[in-house]
């Protein structure tokens, strides 16, 4: 049996490899920064976000080192821009997608103004949802669309490297993904390959919500749009940085599939 004393020596052990875990953080999340600022400047964009000491100098930067001038925004005009986007998608009044509009600019680089973390749903497209056309939006997906290590680098990259100030974890209706995950945890199915990966991953939101009605599995997509959100705010050494000085907003979204709306839900 253990005395005071040993467990105090076992707590001070404790704090010690708390600290150590502390620094090689800290350690790691310096060598990934300093990392994504040479990548800044070998992609040309020496001058905006993290190239520069992590402020935000898009603005100062002359437009015409910028692919897409107009897609300098702050977190909050950024959302402003992709909600009236779906607002004319919605009422149908999306514009023309023209290749040759952009084909000049965007041989230079890109600076998307938004980054979606999608299902791969084939009725949801952000690109035609938000009614934005190329170089606007840097998309991540993956059928429920949950975390995974590939899609948070792919994230990270988004906002360290091409400076978006705004991420949207976007879920929907009807989600195939999130009801295989209930199947999983509600019924004990167990689906072929790598199938079950997926429903496991969703598993915690499914647990998370008890309600067991007609809305279970409405409530558990939000759920674990919620969840991948608030994962993405305080867990990840990167994202969390910016988020945590307001450089990036993350929010969730569900599309509806009847009326093509995203309904802001985080
Ligand atoms: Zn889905």
Do not use: W
């Amino acid at each position: 049996m253990c005395n005071r004393r040993d467990l105090t020596g076992a707590n001070i052990h404790l704090n010690k490899n708390r600290n150590k875990q502390q620094e090689q953080a800290d350690l790691d999340k310096r060598s990934f920064l300093k990392l994504a600022g040479a990548s800044a400047i070998s992609l040309g964009f020496a001058g905006t976000g993290i190239a520069s000491g992590m402020e935000n100098k898009a603005a100062e930067t002359p437009a015409q080192t910028i692919p897409k001038p107009e897609n300098v925004l702050t977190p909050d005009q950024a959302l402003e821009r992709l909600m009236a986007g779906n607002e004319r998608y919605v009422s149908g009044k999306s514009e023309p997608l023209d290749f040759h509009d952009v084909e000049t600019a965007l041989i230079k680089g890109q600076n998307p103004y938004a980054t979606i973390l999608s299902c791969s749903d084939s009725r949801v497209s952000p690109e035609h949802c938000f009614d934005e056309a190329l170089g606007d939006l840097f998309v991540a997906r993956v059928a429920g669309n949950y975390l995974t290590h590939d899609n948070l680098a792919t994230l990270e990259y988004s906002v360290a490297v091409l400076n978006t100030p705004l991420i949207m974890v976007l879920g929907h209706e009807s989600c195939g993904a999130v009801k295989a995950a209930i199947d999983a945890v509600d019924h004990h199915r167990d689906f072929p390959g790598h199938i079950q990966l997926l429903a496991s991953a969703i598993a915690p939101a499914v647990r998370a919500v008890s309600d067991t009605s007609s809305s279970r599995l409405i409530n558990v997509t939000k759920a674990n749009i919620i969840m991948t959100v608030e994962k993405l705010r305080t867990k990840t050494p990167v994202l969390d940085y910016y988020h945590d000085h307001k450089k990036i907003r993350i929010v969730g979204g569900l599309y509806h599939l009847s009326t093509g709306k995203v309904e802001l839900i985080a």
